[in-house]
């Protein structure tokens, strides 16, 4: 049985000027000590999804439409809020994308920090800070008693994100939820981060899903690979099916437009037009208008998410039916 | 902490020189003076009173005895009341005024807060609407009318309290009303302002992703943050209570310094007026530091003195 696996999940953002759905029928399993990536353009619905898991979904103007998300047995979607906030923190951890404004900068990093224990555990304050002081040694904060006492405005930006990690990490969840952890750090901190977060995955033995806009910071992290677009997903399967032989257009897209899987002196690809209106009911494939592959049936004929016997599920109709793995231009940039 | 309470106290001094200064030569210039509502007073005493407390001397001989006198802590003799001196005076009807501002005080936080938290949690409600309009009110009506119609309403009709005096604790609700409800009003508004910025930021959503309970995500998480503008309020708030404690004070004829002071004024109390002008000045000056200790202990970004 996986440790997560969501169904059918639907989330809308209501307005004066009408719903937009965010998330569109989504669902996905996670083992325990997976980990998954989920990647797709800013505004694809990602951070949204992970918030309709643990709840965080503002609520107006969001409403969770449709799905389940079996965790252990209990549906995150429609158990009460309290039990949901017992899980939270627990046995779900969270890092966030920003660390200048994830960390609450009226409060020690140390108090912080150790509430999880004291809320989920009831440890006293005492045992609390041993055990803060552990969790920050143990993500390689130096001179930890002192810095707990300190405030985030003293800490920088990757110092701040391994306290999050810290936090996030520190009731050994069954699973951590990292919402692009390492987005706004610099390049030469996010590997690091990457390094940490994996190393302690693989101690404490958590699944993690992994949110990024960026694919390259998937490969070699990741066994499985979502890519999602307008609130849908558009491709999943193991790293090496989506990484190594994407089929959908847009996968394709997307690492045509990333460094790290373009060559060296190769001009990077831009993606033509922008994600579309989701105010609007979209009928064919979301991605039809951008794609260069389109044919009369992806905007007109119906989409949906197709799980080939390899275990690789794109929602491409023509890959679908077979008919683009003719197509020469299509066939000419799968091998280049 | 130590060095920045010094700087203060020291960056005060001129301030209160100040103070000194232009109430000792103000209530010289206004018309008449302490003695001349007296009747039937014969040129032979008021020349002995003038002679007793020294008004005979040229003004700015007076003025450089009362500056020596002030250093010494030594604010002088009343004019009006014989044989007691300024000091005295203080010290008997400021405790009453004291325990008036500190019940409005605690009255107008603990309305204010609670208010300005329940309007943030649902904004744009009828939760919100109800307590900041009520708020709105309580700004704009005056104290010199709150205090009369209260006094009217639970004292006369409804016979609870009394509507003037000072003896046992029922004699305190009403003036701690008056003065409180318009920094309720006040604090209210601020609070909730300061929260409505809080509650949407990152980190409170960092807070509930730990799994912090709700009650504790306002009051530990939000609040902290949240309070800072009523926090900065306070200062002026302190300097408002004491101010409108004069009106509060004469109104339910509370014994108190406000008192003292409006008297002192009419009655030209040449030492009264800059003694009690200090004395308050001094007050402020310590209230203020106090909130800028307090704002700084609440947001670690503001370091003290900079
Ligand atoms: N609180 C909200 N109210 C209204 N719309 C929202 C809210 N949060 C997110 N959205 C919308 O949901 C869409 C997906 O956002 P998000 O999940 O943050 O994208 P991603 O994380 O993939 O960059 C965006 O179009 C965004 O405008
Ligand atoms: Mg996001």
């Known amino acids: ?336 | 902490m130590l060095s920045f309470i010094v700087r203060r106290v020291i960056e005060t001094i001129p301030t209160l020189f100040i103070i000194a200064t232009l109430t000792f030569f103000m209530v010289r210039l206004a018309p008449g003076g302490p003695f001349s509502s007296e009747k039937n007073v014969s040129p032979q005493v008021l020349r002995n009173l003038n002679e007793h407390y020294g008004l005979d001397k040229p003004v700015l001989a007076q003025y450089a005895g009362y500056l020596k006198n002030i250093v010494k802590g030594d604010l002088g003799p009343s004019f009006k009341y014989p044989n007691r001196t300024v000091n005295e005076l203080i010290a008997t009807s400021f405790p009453v005024s004291l325990e008036l501002g500190v019940l409005a005080t605690a009255l107008a936080l603990a309305l204010g807060l609670t208010a300005g938290i329940i309007a943030s949690l649902r904004p744009n409600s009828l939760a919100d609407y109800a307590p900041m309009t009520l708020a709105m009110a309580g700004i704009c009506i005056p104290t010199f009318v709150v205090g009369p119609l209260l006094a009217l309403l639970f004292g006369l009709n409804l016979g609870w309290v009394n509507v003037s005096g000072w003896h046992s604790f029922p004699d305190r609700v009403l003036p701690a009303i008056t003065l409180g409800l318009p920094y309720a009003a006040y604090i209210a508004r601020l609070c909730r302002s300061g929260m409505l910025e809080i509650l949407p930021q990152d980190f409170i959503r960092t807070a509930r992703a730990k799994g912090v309970p709700e009650w504790k995500i306002i009051l530990k998480h939000a609040l902290k943050g949240g309070i800072l503008p009523v926090v900065s309020f306070l200062g002026p708030a302190t300097a408002g209570i004491i101010t409108g404690s004069f009106v509060v004070e004469t109104i339910f004829q509370v014994p108190g310094l406000g008192r003292h002071f409006v008297n002192a004024a009419f009655n030209r109390d040449y030492t009264m007026v800059p003694g009690i002008a200090l004395f308050y000045g001094s007050l402020m000056i310590v209230f203020n530091m106090l909130v800028d200790i307090a704002y700084a202990w609440l947001n670690p970004r503001i370091r003290l003195g900079e």
């Open chain 1, 1 to 336: 049985m996986p440790l997560l696996s969501v169904t059918n999940l639907s989330t809308s953002f209501h307005s004066r000027r009408g719903t937009v759905r965010v998330v569109n029928s989504v669902g996905f399993n996670i083992d325990k000590g997976e980990t998954l990536g989920i990647a797709g353009e800013s505004g694809s619905g990602k951070s949204v999804l992970c918030y309709s898991l643990t709840g965080l979904v503002p609520q107006p103007p969001g409403t969770i439409e449709s799905g389940e998300a079996l965790f252990d047995g209990c549906d995150l979607l429609k158990c009460t809020t309290e039990k949901l906030r017992s899980i939270r923190g627990n046995r779900i951890g969270m890092i966030f994308q920003d660390p200048m404004t994830s960390l609450n900068p009226y409060l020690s990093i140390g108090s912080q920090l150790v509430e999880p224990l004291t809320i989920h555990r009831g440890l006293s304050k005492k045992e609390a800070s041993a055990r803060g002081i552990d969790a920050l040694t143990e993500v390689g904060i130096q001179d930890a008693p002192r810095r707990m006492r300190q405030f985030p405005h003293e800490f920088s930006g990757g110092m701040r994100q391994r306290v999050m990690i810290a936090m996030a990490l520190i009731n050994n969840p069954d699973l951590v939820i990292a919402d692009e952890p390492t987005t706004a750090l610099d390049v030469t901190v996010q590997a690091q981060i990457l390094d940490l977060i994996g190393a302690l995955q693989h101690k404490h033995n958590s699944a993690v899903i992994l949110v990024t806009h960026d694919l390259g910071v998937i490969a070699g992290i990741c066994k499985r690979v979502m890519i999602m677009y307008a609130g849908r997903v558009l491709e999943s399967g193991s790293a090496g099916q989506v990484l190594s032989r994407p089929r959908h257009p847009y996968t394709f897209a997307l690492q045509k437009s990333m460094p790290a899987f373009t060559k060296r002196g190769n001009e990077l690809y831009t993606i033509p037009g922008a994600p579309p209106d989701l105010s609007r009911e979209i009928i064919g494939c979301p991605f039809a208008p951008r794609c260069e592959f389109k044919i009369d049936k992806c905007v007109n004929g119906p989409c949906q998410l197709l799980v080939h016997k390899d275990g690789h599920a794109t929602a491409c109709v023509r890959i679908n039916d077979g008919d683009l793995l003719l197509d020469t231009k299509y066939r000419a940039g799968f091998t280049e």
